[in-house]
């Protein structure tokens, strides 16, 4: 239990949760303006860095 919780409070639940199911409603985007292209990319990225990071 303690673990569970110790875990909880270390990861960024934003990029964890939410910018899944964000993104997955997004969809491809691959015929898209550029612009959104490059938009829904950087969210992935900053997803993907974000992502069971541990503060210091």
């Given at each position: 239990m303690i673990d569970a919780?110790?875990?909880a409070?270390?990861?960024d639940l934003?990029?964890?949760k939410v910018m899944y199911?964000?993104?997955s409603l997004v969809g491809d985007v691959?015929?898209?303006d550029p612009a959104l292209r490059d938009?829904?990319?950087q969210l992935r990225a900053?997803?993907?860095e974000v992502?069971?990071?541990r503060p210091r």
């Open positions: 919780a110790q875990l409070g270390l990861t934003r990029a964890e199911w964000a993104l691959s015929g898209e938009a829904v990319a900053w997803a993907v992502r069971g990071h």
